[in-house]
């Protein structure tokens, strides 16, 4: 089995021709779920990510998000944590070509919520498994679905509350391989939707403060420092805009979100200037 994977990344992910499609993705699906780090990460998640964003899956997108679904119930977490990628490029690839039915689009979005917001295991790396990154990853996931236009800005908003909340989850993971800034880039990446309000824009940050208020001399948290870190990433993105796929994209209310943004953090950094 790896050598005949092997062979067709050697050949640029041209498609099989000696076994049906459906067959090959049965087995690349399944293939995600492999500890091979080889097998799953550089074989599985990147032919099924190379055909679905090439449009060669499109009249099997649908069947594929529902079986990436189903794997964030699997017991191994790099299965749960590699399928919501694929999600994330099927969502990436309706955004571009307006394939699938909103309901099922909602579906998904509530799955993998409920998946996110509960992942027990955020490690970055295992020494023996590979990448697992389910907050990096869950936020490449995050982005698309906040980016789609099924979803309304309003659901879109959610969704950055949604992210507020797994970095504030009880946990003593300090992000250690850019988790902070693939988080920042999510949330960008949705507030650069143009039907965003400037309240909207802004709302997210009310669970921030939240959190920060109810802090306690003592050290740092682990969460509160991994927002902390996001937060210092997401500034850069506010300032600069982001640059993504060849193109460069400004918030839409980039003022509004810089201010409060601002204000919050010198309340955990008091040297700040005001705006």
Known sequence: MLEYWRAVRDMEWMI?????????????????????????????YTGLVRWTLKGSLDDRLTDLGYRMVKLFEHPDVQARTFATLILGAVMERDNAADLLDVADVRAWRDAFVNWWATEPDVRGWDDELGWLHAVAHGADTLAAFGCSPRLSAMEAADLLDVGVARLIAPSGYLYAHQEDDRLALAFALILCRQDLTEELSVAWLSGVQRYFEAGEPGPVPVPASNTMRMMHSLYLHVDLGVHYEN????????????????RLLSMVWPSLPTL
């Open 247 to 262: 193109l460069t994209r400004e918030l839409a209310h980039a003022e509004a979100v810089r201010r409060e943004m601002v």
């Open 16 to 44: 099989p021709t000696d076994r049906p499609l459906d067959v090959l993705v049965e087995e690349l699906t399944v293939l995600l779920a492999s500890p091979d780090p080889e097998l799953r990460d550089e074989l599985a």
